[in-house]
T-cell receptor, first 116, second 112 residues
Framework: NAGVTQTPKFRILKIGQSMTLQCAQD?????MYWYRQDPGMGLKLIYY???????DKGEVPNGYNVSRSTTEDFPLRLELAAPSQTSVYFC???????????????FGPGTRLTVL | KQEVTQIPAALSVPEGENLVLNCSFT??????LQWFRQDPGKGLTSLLL?????REQTSGRLNASLDKSSGRSTLYIAASQPGDSATYLC???????????FGDGTTLTVKP
């Protein structure tokens, strides 16, 4: 199993540009998440999904959009990039539901994004 | 709203020392609590997950405890090694919808 994969690893954007961060998992997990981590800080939830076709906002959703057309993929779209979106973005997944252990989260390696 | 605090922000110890990392949360109605390790420039690696009904979990030299009534979790690392140097984060999950609140982490340095 590859686990949770993310592409690209690094990206530099100009203000106003758009891009999509890709995330995929091969563990047949129902739940998927997008977080951002600013330097020296913990992770903040951007969006999450409890299954294909279902998404919901997290703590910091402004400036982002997501879709979940398949169980495996959960792309994050940045429209009109701003310097405040400079951060490291992590995708995670968990099996979800039932026992609390089903919500153990597994993380991808992250995408380091700089907006200039 | 759940708030998670990790103190201290940084800790430096000599090799071989036993140590405790602290995690405090404000809402005791948690579903589970998970401890992660993060190496510089890397993603998060899950270390231990404690269910709300459990008091502790162990994996090798690591032991995590949970006290919901006081809003605290601790991560105990026995016989620390330089390879344990990393940032350790805790995350409290409040519902089975999977939304977690993370602390800012404790950066541990183990000196040879």
């Amino acid at each position: 199993n590859a686990g949770v994969t993310q592409t690209p690893k690094f990206r530099i954007l100009k203000i106003g540009q758009s891009m999509t961060l890709q995330c995929a998992q091969d563990m047949n997990h129902n739940y998927m998440y997008w977080y951002r981590q600013d330097p020296g800080m913990g992770l903040k939830l951007i969006y999450y999904s409890v299954g294909a076709g279902i998404t919901d906002k997290g703590e910091v959703p402004n400036g982002y959009n997501v879709s979940r057309s398949t169980t495996e993929d959960f792309p994050l779209r940045l429209e009109l990039a701003a310097p405040s979106q400079t951060s490291v973005y992590f995708c995670a997944s968990s099996h979800g539901g039932g026992s609390p252990t089903n919500n153990e989260q597994f993380f991808g390696p992250g995408t380091r994004l700089t907006v200039l | 709203k759940q708030e998670v605090t990790q103190i201290p922000a940084a800790l430096s110890v000599p090799e071989g020392e036993n140590l405790v990392l602290n995690c405090s949360f404000t809402d005791s109605a948690i579903y589970n609590l998970q401890w992660f390790r993060q190496d510089p420039g890397k993603g998060l690696t899950s270390l231990l997950l404690i269910q709300s009904s459990q008091r502790e979990q162990t994996s090798g030299r690591l032991n995590a405890s949970l006290d919901k009534s006081s809003g605290r979790s601790t991560l105990y690392i026995a016989a620390s090694q330089p390879g344990d140097s990393a940032t350790y984060l805790c995350a409290a999950m409040n519902t089975n919808a999977g939304k977690s609140t993370f602390g800012d982490g404790t950066t541990l340095t183990v000196k040879p």
